[in-house]
């Protein structure tokens, strides 16, 4: 089963599930914030980790939440 997050310099943040198996951007500002978009949309945003093979999740972002 696909889950909702993206890979990003080896670690792997959420994004909404609605966007599972679609291609999303992502938006390295270099001030510590990735932003994640969809068709020019906003869909997501984190704080950049530092280190590797961590996972970044928000709440609402899986099937089960509904959203």
């Known amino acids: 089963m696909a889950d909702a997050h993206v890979s990003y310099a080896a670690n792997r ?3 909404p599930w609605t966007y599972v ?4 951007e992502i938006q390295d500002a270099k001030n510590g914030i990735l932003r994640f978009y969809y068709a020019g949309q906003q869909i997501a945003e984190h704080p950049k980790q530092i280190g590797r093979n961590q996972t ?3 709440k609402n ?5 509904g959203q």
């Open 13 to 15: 943040y959420s994004v």
């Open 56 to 58: 970044v999740s928000i």
């Open 21 to 24: 198996g679609y291609t999303v």
């Open 61 to 65: 972002t899986s099937k089960e939440s």
